[in-house]
């Protein structure tokens, strides 16, 4: 008897009750399907979180990031050129990631993603790194730059030790959509616990006026098993479908949009009813595609821009359904006046 | 005199008691000033959950959860099939530890599919549950009161009945071949024990540790055997006929036990969507615990036994299945299920300590040879009715 007793009985209780099952089977799919209409009132069909994030508590709101950028602090040289200067300080926070669920997170400012630092192409960057944490950090900028500006441990000044700082210095170059991270091992963990943020170097002459909003796709492993428990755009699983992004019909609108999702190779932006220019990396004034739906790898980014031309309320979301229902989905708020 | 007893009676209570109040005191200083502090560990404890049941309704899953683990577990969101999902808890957020709370949630589960449900901690502690096969949770009616009724009947009710018809057979029987047919019970009883005690194991390994399931096994096996030996005493204290229709009562009662820990588990696991299908199954349990009947006469083989009693031996070893099927099917408790599935384990290794000491006692004509036959006998007889059921 290799099979226990009990599944025996199971079985035979399956068999006897097999008649009153079907007999069920029939009625229920009438009873689901009306539950599911009535559902349409209730966001996203019920597949939602529960409650909203302390921001307070969080110090971080996800509608201002979007449109939050650090200039850093400017002067000129001699020369006429600008100097920006920034200050970078890597700690350890918990943090919000969706009502209720705390992720033991590394940060940059306090925040993840950290600061979306912008410059114009050709200015001279300064960015102190400071480590008031307990782990090693370094920054490591996507850009051209001298090899011991490149933040990776082993060349140059390498890991910046708890307790120590460094100014990273190098020029803007080139113009487009960028990112930077930590790069200590083990750069998988150093990544995914919020070590990253944008980086945004203008092009000399600049882009035409638009609404700007930085996203970045990320999500988080809570339980560290190497699959990611909340997807989001910008921390916070499902923040744009409870507050709605307010933007201008008619008027243009920027997405710098950057992948730095851990674990799964990809991500993906679709806007519904819209399409977009795709300027990959914003590297060039031609796009290179005008589409509703982009994929990007890990560090990936791309520029998007589009304009709404209707009002009313538009979804966004990443077309990997799954990461959809676990978090990466949004809301756009087209209006005729618009405002934030 | 008295009044000096009665001082010493005190005293003695006095001095039982001291080591108590003494370790009440340590643990009020312990806690209220103690280095407790030292023993917790930096980083954050482990969370324990368990998901006891889940019940599916017409377009909602309702979800039971315990908190075993040393650490109250704040439940921050549900996920279903990957997905997060509107839920709503009651108490709502904080399980205190051993506390229980339910979770219901509004969700279009598809009949006959699987479906996986996710408790996310406020740590991001997932905890999972995968309902194998959804199907609608019996709700208490008529029919299926009468579907557990008529599964109980047969499983348990009928094959006892059944084989309680070979008292003729026994009857007729000479002291060797009845020497075999009581080894030939002992051997299905301790197959019936050991695989109650797997049962058990089984069931207890999905117990919150707190639940302590081995400690559970243990206590259940060894009290309800030697409240099974006290009974027993009395029982079975009068002339032959007494002790024998007293160890027919008593194998009686075990196997009443056992049925009714497997009546819990087959209630249980329809309620928990945990079925698998095949009708045929229900018959070959029949034949399978039709050995339970014979073993229940065996004793009673050169008595005198009315009718009555006879009917009366067969509900109190089958109708527990009918009890047992019914309490599992509405309020399944893992902790209840390992308990009673113990009791029946400790009721039939009782059973089986009383069989061999009655053929002890009738080893007037020795026919070892007869006796270590029937019991293997008995064994094989289990294991192959055993295999017919798996075919």
């Given at each position: 008897m290799?099979?226990p007793r009990?599944?025996?009985?199971v ?6 009750l097999?008649?009153l099952t079907v007999?069920r089977a029939a009625?229920?799919?009438a009873?689901?399907?009306?539950e599911?209409s ?7 069909g019920?597949?939602m ?7 307070k508590?969080?110090?971080f709101d996800?509608?201002r990031y979007l449109r939050?950028f650090?200039w850093?602090?400017?002067s000129?040289?001699p020369?006429g050129?600008?100097?920006r200067e920034?200050?970078?300080?890597a700690?350890e ?7 209720g669920?705390f992720?033991p997170a ?8 950290g ?8 200015d ?6 400071i480590n008031a944490?307990k782990h090693?950090h370094t920054?490591?900028?996507h850009?051209?730059h001298k090899?011991e500006m ?7 000044r390498?890991?910046v ?8 210095e190098?020029?803007?170059?080139p113009?487009?959509l ?5 790069h200590s091992?083990?750069l998988?963990?150093?990544i995914?616990?919020?070590?990253y943020?944008?980086?945004i170097i203008?092009?000399?002459q600049?882009?035409p006026p638009?609404?700007e909003?930085?996203?970045m796709?990320n ?5 560290f ?6 997807y ?12 709605p ?5 008619d008027?243009?609108v920027?997405?710098y949009l ?5 674990f799964?190779?990809?991500?993906s932006?679709?806007v519904h009813?819209?399409f977009?220019?795709v ?14 739906t982009i994929?990007?790898c890990?560090?990936e980014?791309a520029?998007?821009e589009m304009?709404?031309?209707y ?6 979301h ?12 949004g809301?756009?708020?087209v ?6 | ?5 009665a001082?010493?009676?005190s005293r003695r209570?006095v001095w039982?008691?001291l080591?108590l109040l003494l ?9 209220r ?11 954050p404890p482990?969370?324990?959950l368990?998901?006891?049941?889940v ?10 959860v315990t ?5 109250p577990v704040t439940i921050?969101?549900?996920l ?7 839920f709503?808890?009651s108490?709502a957020?904080?399980?205190?530890r051993?506390?229980t709370a339910?979770i219901t ?11 996986h449900?996710k408790?996310l ?9 995968t309902?194998?096969?959804?199907t609608?949770s019996?709700r208490v009616d008529a029919r299926y009161?009468?579907?557990f009724t008529?599964l109980?009947?047969y499983v348990?009710?009928l ?9 003729p057979?026994?009857r ?16 299905l009883l ?10 058990a194991l089984?069931?207890a ?5 707190a639940f302590q ?5 243990l206590t259940?096996v060894?009290?309800s055997a030697l409240l099974?030996?006290?009974v027993?005493?009395?029982f079975?204290?009068g002339n032959e006929?007494?002790r ?5 009562l ?16 087959i209630g249980?696991?329809y309620?928990?969507g945990?079925?698998a299908?095949?009708?045929?199954l ?7 615990n039709t050995?339970e009947?014979?073993?229940i006469?065996t ?5 005198r036994?009315?009718?009555p009693?006879l009917v009366?031996?067969?509900l109190?070893a ?5 009890l047992?099927?019914?309490i599992?099917?509405l309020?399944?408790s893992?902790v209840l299920?390992?308990l009673?599935?113990a009791?029946?384990a400790g009721a ?7 069989l061999?000491?009655l053929?002890m006692a009738?080893a007037r004509?020795p026919?070892f040879?007869?006796q ?5 006998a008995?064994?094989?007889v289990m294991?192959v009715t055993?295999l017919?059921v798996?075919?």
């Amino acid at each position: 008897m290799r099979m226990p007793r009990r599944d025996f009985l199971v079985k035979a209780a399956a068999g006897l009750l097999g008649g009153l099952t079907v007999g069920r089977a029939a009625v229920l799919p009438a009873a689901a399907s009306t539950e599911h209409s009535s559902q349409h009132a209730v966001p996203h069909g019920g597949n939602m979180t529960v409650g909203d994030v302390d921001l307070k508590r969080l110090g971080f709101d996800p509608s201002r990031y979007l449109r939050s950028f650090d200039w850093g602090r400017a002067s000129k040289l001699p020369n006429g050129r600008t100097v920006r200067e920034y200050s970078i300080v890597a700690s350890e926070r918990d943090i919000e990631i969706a009502p209720g669920v705390f992720f033991p997170a590394w940060v940059f400012n306090g925040t993840v993603p950290g600061p979306t630092l912008r410059a114009r192409e050709g200015d001279l960057l300064r960015i102190k790194l400071i480590n008031a944490s307990k782990h090693p950090h370094t920054l490591h900028f996507h850009g051209i730059h001298k090899a011991e500006m490149d933040g990776v441990p082993g060349i140059g000044r390498g890991d910046v030790l708890p307790g120590e700082s460094f100014t990273y210095e190098f020029e803007a170059i080139p113009f487009g959509l960028h990112q930077y991270h930590c790069h200590s091992a083990p750069l998988k963990r150093h990544i995914h616990k919020g070590l990253y943020g944008a980086f945004i170097i203008d092009p000399k002459q600049g882009r035409p006026p638009a609404q700007e909003l930085v996203m970045m796709m990320n999500a988080f492993d809570t339980n560290f098993d190497n699959e990611n428990e909340v997807y989001a755009v910008n921390s916070v699983a499902f923040h744009y479908a409870k507050h709605p992004i307010r933007v201008m019909r008619d008027r243009l609108v920027r997405i710098y949009l950057i992948n730095i999702t851990e674990f799964d190779p990809i991500n993906s932006i679709h806007v519904h009813a819209n399409f977009f220019h795709v300027f990959r990396t914003g590297t060039s004034f031609v796009p290179s595609e005008y589409t509703d739906t982009i994929m990007l790898c890990q560090a990936e980014r791309a520029v998007l821009e589009m304009r709404f031309p209707y009002p009313g309320r538009f979804m966004f979301h990443a077309h990997q359904t799954e990461f959809t229902e676990l978090g990466w989905m949004g809301l756009f708020e087209v209006t005729d006046n618009g405002g934030v | 005199m008295a009044v000096s007893d009665a001082r010493r009676m005190s005293r003695r209570w006095v001095w039982g008691l001291l080591p108590l109040l003494l370790l009440a005191v340590l643990v009020a200083v312990l806690v209220r000033f103690g280095p407790l502090g030292v023993f917790q560990a930096v980083v954050p404890p482990l969370e324990e959950l368990t998901i006891n049941r889940v019940k599916l309704e017409p377009g909602r899953f309702v979800i039971h959860v315990t908190n075993g683990g040393p650490e109250p577990v704040t439940i921050a969101q549900v996920l279903v099939d990957e997905a997060y999902w509107q839920f709503e808890m009651s108490p709502a957020g904080t399980v205190p530890r051993l506390g229980t709370a339910t979770i219901t949630l509004a969700y279009p589960w598809v009949e006959g599919e699987a479906h996986h449900l996710k408790l996310l901690s406020s740590t991001g502690t997932p905890f999972e549950h995968t309902v194998d096969v959804a199907t609608a949770s019996p709700r208490v009616d008529a029919r299926y009161l009468g579907t557990f009724t008529l599964l109980g009947v047969y499983v348990g009710v009928l094959p006892v009945f059944l084989g309680l018809l070979w008292l003729p057979f026994v009857r007729r029987l000479d002291s060797r071949w009845t020497g075999f047919f009581l080894s030939l019970t002992a051997g299905l009883l301790v197959f019936l024990g050991v695989d109650a005690l797997d049962e058990a194991l089984e069931v207890a390994r999905g117990l919150p540790g707190a639940f302590q399931g081995v400690g559970l096994i243990l206590t259940g096996v060894l009290v309800s055997a030697l409240l099974l030996v006290w009974v027993s005493r009395r029982f079975t204290a009068g002339n032959e006929t007494a002790r024998h229709l007293g160890l027919a009562l008593l194998i009686a009662v075990g196997i009443g036990l056992h049925n009714l820990g497997e009546g819990l588990a087959i209630g249980a696991a329809y309620s928990l969507g945990k079925v698998a299908l095949g009708t045929f199954l229900v018959l070959g349990f029949t034949i399978h615990n039709t050995t339970e009947g014979l073993a229940i006469v065996t004793p009673i083989a050169r008595e005198r036994t009315a009718l009555p009693t006879l009917v009366l031996l067969g509900l109190v070893a089958g109708a527990p299945t009918i009890l047992g099927a019914l309490i599992g099917g509405l309020s399944y408790s893992p902790v209840l299920a390992t308990l009673f599935l113990a009791v029946g384990a400790g009721a039939i290794f009782q059973v089986v300590y009383e069989l061999l000491k009655l053929m002890m006692a009738d080893a007037r004509t020795p026919a070892f040879g007869y006796q270590v036959a029937g019991f293997a006998a008995g064994l094989l007889v289990m294991y192959v009715t055993g295999l017919f059921v798996a075919a």
